[in-house]
Each structure stands twice: as C-alpha cells, then as structure tokens.
C-alpha cells in the first residue's frame, strides 16, 4: 500500500516537474526536482518526511497552484495525502 501510494506520487511529480520546466518557473523547478526520486529511493523511515516536504508545496501563501495547472497539482496532492496516510495506517500496525 505504502509503496503504490509512492510510486503514484512519484510519476505525478515528474508531470509537475515537466511542467515546471516548461513554463520556466525555476523556483518550482528547483524544489520539485528531487522529489520523483526520493518518493521512489528512499527508505520507509525518511518517506514520510518527504512527503510532509513535498505537501508543503501547497501552502497558504506560497503555492504550487498558483503557477501550474490544477489537472497535474490537485492529483499530485491527493496521492501525497494517500501516502501519508498509508504510512501513519502502517507505523499503527507496526506497533501492534
């Protein structure tokens, strides 16, 4: 569960990437660029501040959805929440 979760959000962050890179928002660029990667690579225990990372994209005053489009931010965010909240479903379990 987690690692669909992960994959999910790492293919919606190459779109956003891309998108980034093809209205030439540098800013976006920069901070998008690490992030298919790392939802891909990293292990269990540092996914979730990666996503938490990734999440803050969204914030009330500075927010990806002010300069690419709500058909790759909005799914993009919706697969972030999934992942986090198959990881907090699997640290409960774990601690079963």
Known sequence: ????AALAAA???D???????ARRSLRWE???????????????QDLRRVAQRARAA???????????PADLTEPFLADLDRL???????A?????
């Open 1 to 4: 569960m987690v690692d669909e």
């Open 11 to 13: 293919r919606h962050a």
């Open 15 to 21: 779109l956003l990437l891309e998108a980034a890179r």
């Open 30 to 44: 920069e901070f998008l660029a690490p992030l298919p990667g790392q939802l891909r690579d990293v292990g269990l």
């Open 58 to 68: 969204y914030g009330p005053k500075d927010s990806i959805r002010e300069v690419l």
């Open 84 to 90: 986090l909240k198959a990881l907090a479903r699997e």
């Open 92 to 96: 409960l379990e774990s601690r079963s």
